[in-house]
């Protein structure tokens, strides 16, 4: 018996090996729920077209992986920054599960960063529609369905760059920021309707996409990237980056009844980052 038996998730994000959105599904499953999991399963347009993103096959695997586990799952192509495509999971879900009680809006961009007057008028638009607008849409097509069941739990995932602005962050950083303050507007909204919304805010992760960061602080500091990890683990008292698993354990958390006083909280996974100074 598990403390999700009978729930339902979606978890967005999921097609990247190795990344939260995965460990976060499979954590979910763990735990008794049934899960619905997407990506964006393409590649962006034009100046964007470099960002790697999660791809279809992989999405389907960890849908089996799932199912593996006794769990029912249900795979979806979406792109979080159309709507319609939020509204369609969102009603297949509800048509072949009935309900949907937990939601974690993990799928995000990091394309903006760099230096401040040399991030692409693109790429900050980007990172805003992705980040922002496409956690917006999330809620707004989740909540409704949440109210008729009595309830649920929401988890935006924001980032220590989300509580401090960092350099050469400058889109990015302004849109984890602005998570957090849409996560803190909605939870004091809908807690007396118990739905529970929080934020998590993770520092290093060793993920695909946290591999992909170490190349881009290599590219600026004229370093490799072991060099660019050697240097971030040393801002981590722990002395490591985090794993994916790490982060779901906390999701996990929030989701579950073990979270059931927390509301409108931006929570540090960091290992101590947050807190360090050289």
Same mark, same amino acid.
């Given at each position: ?11 967005? +994000? $999921? &097609? ?8 976060? =599904? ?7 729920? %049934? *899960? ?73 961009? +990091? $394309? &903006? ?8 008028? =693109? ?7 992705? %980040? *922002? ?146």
């Amino acid at each position: 018996m598990g403390t999700l038996d009978g729930k339902v998730a979606i978890v967005t +994000g $999921v &097609g990247r090996p190795d990344g939260i959105g995965e460990a976060t =599904a499979l954590k979910m499953a763990e735990e008794g729920a %049934n *899960v619905v999991i997407s990506d964006i399963c393409r590649t962006y347009e034009g100046d964007m077209s470099w960002y790697p993103l999660g791809g279809w096959e992989y999405l389907e695997s960890v849908a089996k992986k799932i199912e593996d586990m006794g769990r029912k799952a249900k795979a979806f192509k979406v792109d979080i920054t159309k709507k319609d495509e939020i509204e369609e999971m969102v009603k297949e879900t509800v048509k072949v599960f009935n309900r949907i009680d937990i939601l974690v809006n993990n799928a995000g961009s +990091g $394309v &903006g960063v760099g230096p401040f007057l040399d991030i692409p008028e =693109a790429a900050w638009d980007k990172t805003m529609e992705v %980040n *922002v607008k496409g956690t917006f849409y999330c809620m707004r097509a989740v909540i409704p369905e949440m109210l008729k069941v009595g309830g649920g739990r929401i988890i935006n995932l924001s980032s220590t760059a989300g509580l401090m602005g960092p350099a050469e962050y400058g889109a990015y950083s302004p849109s984890k920021f602005a998570i957090i303050g849409m996560t803190q507007t909605v939870a004091l909204e809908y807690a007396p309707k118990n739905i529970l919304i929080n934020a998590v805010c993770p520092h290093f992760v060793e993920t695909s996409m946290g591999r992909d960061e170490y190349q881009y602080i290599a590219m600026l500091n004229g370093i490799t990237p072991e060099e660019a990890r050697e240097k971030s683990i040393k801002t981590i008292p722990i002395g490591r980056p985090a794993t994916g698993r790490d982060i779901a354990d906390v999701i996990y958390f929030l989701a579950s009844p073990l979270g059931s006083y927390m509301v409108g909280q931006a929570v540090p996974i960091t290992g101590g980052g947050e807190i360090w100074s050289p």
